[in-house]
């Protein structure tokens, strides 16, 4: 059983060797994450050529060697070549964290099944148990939370920032972020108005309160 965590890889670099379908895969969710991607491979997927192009990927059109992993803070060996994988995970620095597609035993961590709806993140692991598992439950999660969670949950951070301003107590915050946390509240659609009824609400609890005090 892993520790699950959300790595911050902004400005931090990631090379990713191979450049196939499931380098592919890897490659959008390390971008997603605002990492430096550097691809190693001699041939690589349409969709990566694209990325390289428009520059937001760097590719190096080249076999692996094992200065290929200077700087990198994460690495990911997705080559079909499974002694290419291998010498990548000898190369590794004990403090770079490593991900070799085809020998999750190896692994410093697993890649899971990703939903973002603007910074709600669901993600499901098998710990490599069935990964055509892990994407059939995040396909199912995805009708569940729907597009519209992004703008929710963005209104939903601007609240929370205004009830830690405006409501001092911490009970009353409490009841609040619940109330704005419940599905009634989300189905309603009137966030705003709504919102300002049970934070005005909130606000003369807390009066009557130090009235009664
Ligand atoms: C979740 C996802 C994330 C991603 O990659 O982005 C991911 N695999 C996905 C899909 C997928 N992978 C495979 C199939 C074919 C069906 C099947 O084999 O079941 C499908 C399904 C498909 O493509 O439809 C084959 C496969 N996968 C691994 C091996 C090697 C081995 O087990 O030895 C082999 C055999 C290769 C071979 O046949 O030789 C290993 C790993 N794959 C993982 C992640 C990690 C464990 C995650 C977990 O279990 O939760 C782990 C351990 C390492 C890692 O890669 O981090 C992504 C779904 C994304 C999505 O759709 O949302
Ligand atoms: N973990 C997963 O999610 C998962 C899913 C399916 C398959 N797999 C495994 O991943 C492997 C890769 O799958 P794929 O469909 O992307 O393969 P692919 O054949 O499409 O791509 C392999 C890539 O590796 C590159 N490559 C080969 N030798 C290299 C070298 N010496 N240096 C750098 N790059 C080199 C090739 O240029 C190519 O871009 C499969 O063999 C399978 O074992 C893993």
Request: with cysteine; aromatic share 6%; net charge positive.
């Amino acid at each position: 059983m892993g520790y699950p965590v959300i790595l911050q890889l902004r400005g931090r670099r990631a090379v990713v060797v191979g450049g196939g379908n499931v380098a592919a895969r890897k490659i959008h969710g390390l971008l997603e994450a605002g990492a430096d991607v550097v691809v190693i491979a001699p041939e690589a997927a349409p969709d990566i050529e694209a990325l390289a192009a428009k520059e937001a990927i760097v590719w190096k059109r080249k076999r692996f060697d094992p200065n290929d992993l200077a700087g990198a803070f994460l690495v990911i060996a997705a080559t079909s070549d499974r002694e290419v994988n291998e010498a990548v995970a000898r190369a590794a620095e004990p403090g770079q964290l490593l991900n070799i597609v085809d020998d999750p035993e190896r692994c410093d961590f697993h890649v899971p099944a990703v939903i973002r709806r603007g910074p709600l993140m669901i993600s499901v692991s098998t710990g490599g148990a069935s990964p055509a598992l892990a994407r059939r439950i995040r396909r199912e999660l995805e009708e569940q939370y729907g597009d519209k969670y992004g703008p929710y949950l963005e209104f939903l951070r601007q609240a929370r920032d205004m009830v830690l301003r405006e409501v001092a107590d911490a009970e009353g915050r409490k009841r609040l972020f619940r109330a704005l946390a419940a599905d009634s509240f989300r189905q309603s659609g009137r966030w705003e108005e709504e919102f300002t009824r049970l934070l005005a609400k909130e606000k003369e609890r807390n009066k009557e309160g130090e009235r009664g005090r």
